[in-house]
């Protein structure tokens, strides 16, 4: 089956997608999710005039190999923009071999390891109590595990926090320029610990909690963060330092026993093999989108099942169902899979665009018996929502120093 052309979408019902359809000349196409948030020009760039130029006339089921071609074969490896590249063209060929075989992608994979997939869902607030009723919401509807964000007081906007925003299509909507935002470490842990304090008094043990430090802190202030939740229980403390320096989660993690995730921003398996391999961390939270697609997610989660690191994909709204439907499939195989992060399938506009297969009950989700990964794209409806230049906050210290957003 050979591969007959490449095309590239970009539309915004609400934040902006990169969607890749792969074509084959047995009339079976593919379908992947190339989304960079803030920087989804340059992809578009990437794979249309270097990517898919190369792939026309190769064998849509080699994915092995035209994955180790556009990784090895490109001499610069690595990096956010290649990766994103590499990933929408090897999800739409496990789309393709998936369509081909007549099977949904989770049993390519090796087939089904559990009933469903657990998610948490997100809730946030302007105060603590906002933040605690939105989670009550979650535990109502049958969610067993819920991420908390809550604004800190004293700072102009909270990372996770929507604000007077109605959801998170909203809030991405028109930055036609980076917002700036506020940081402080000494006002956050002000707040967090007793975020987390009266959300075990409102609710018990049993439901999963989890938070977001969307890597504010020094190591030494992850570790005390970490000991001081401690006693809440948290299923995983997620992004707590930068781990450019992959030792530095040495000092977290001889100080608190708090579980530790990251890795949603990271490219490929080397940017956590220290991490895994030295058992700083619990949860591996790369994204198939981000990684490189779907063969490196698999080959890390075999990596990391070793050292009983769990996966829990990165479920972001800037991530297109595509990703989700991709994610879903490798949740349902991996042998090691903790938890997937959940948001929502989108606005009104994007359910136009992506007809997904997803069904959510009770906090655990499940895909149809569909072939492939079960996703399909509207391309006429996707053209109602051209793109839209849009950026990610820069964060900024109280004296203006830039900090890590
Ligand atoms: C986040 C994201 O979902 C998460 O855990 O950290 O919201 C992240 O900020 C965005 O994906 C950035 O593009
Ligand atoms: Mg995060």
Redesign the pocket.
């Known amino acids: 089956m050979k591969i007959t052309q490449v095309k590239v979408f970009v539309c915004s019902p609400g934040r902006n997608f990169v969607t890749v359809k792969v074509m084959t000349d047995e009339g079976i196409f593919g379908l992947g999710d190339a989304t960079l948030?803030g920087r989804e020009m340059a992809v578009v760039a990437y794979i249309e005039e270097h990517v898919a130029p190369c792939l026309i006339g190769r064998n849509a089921h080699d994915i092995e190999d035209i994955w180790q071609y556009l990784y090895k074969g490109v001499y610069w490896r690595k990096g956010a923009v290649n990766m994103a590249a590499i990933a929408a063209i090897d999800m739409a060929l496990w789309d393709i071999k998936g369509k081909a075989a007549n099977m949904p992608v989770y049993q390519l994979l090796g087939g089904r390891s559990r009933r469903g997939v657990t998610l948490y869902a997100h809730a946030s607030g302007e105060t603590i109590d906002d933040t605690l009723d939105k989670t009550a919401e979650h535990i109502a509807q049958g969610f067993k595990a819920v991420r908390l964000q809550c604004a800190v007081p004293g700072l102009n906007v909270t990372y996770g926090v929507l604000g007077d925003k109605a959801d998170y299509f909203e809030l991405q909507g028109s930055r036609p320029l980076p917002p700036e935002e506020d940081w402080s470490t000494q006002k956050y842990f002000n707040m967090v610990v007793d975020l987390f304090k009266q959300a075990r008094e409102r609710f018990g043990n049993d439901v999963h909690l989890l938070h977001?430090v969307?890597s504010r802190l020094t190591p030494i202030e992850s570790a005390r963060l970490g000991k001081l939740l401690e006693p809440y229980n948290l299923l995983f403390l997620?992004?707590a330092s930068i781990a450019e320096n992959q030792d530095s989660y040495k000092i977290i993690r001889q100080h608190t026993t708090t579980p530790l995730a990251i890795g949603?921003t990271y490219n490929t398996i080397w940017d956590c093999k220290d991490l895994i391999q030295n058992q700083l961390i619990d949860y591996i939270r790369v994204a198939a989108t981000h990684a490189g697609g779907i063969t490196p997610l698999k080959r890390i989660a075999d990596f990391a099942s070793i050292y009983n690191v769990k996966t829990a994909p990165?479920?972001?709204p800037?991530l297109s169902p595509v990703c989700f439907a991709a994610h879903m499939h490798l949740n349902l195989w991996a042998p090691n899979f903790g938890i997937q992060?959940f948001v929502g399938f989108g606005n009104e506009h994007s359910k136009r665009i992506f007809k997904h297969s997803v069904e959510v009950k009770d906090g655990l989700a499940n895909v149809s018996e569909a072939p492939g990964l079960g996703i399909e794209f509207d391309e006429e409806a996707a053209k109602e929502y051209p793109y839209k230049r849009s950026y990610?906050p820069v964060s900024r210290l109280e004296d203006g120093t830039v900090w890590n957003w």
Do not use: I, S
């Open positions: 948030n977001d969307h997620e992004d949603e990165h479920g972001a800037d992060e990610l």
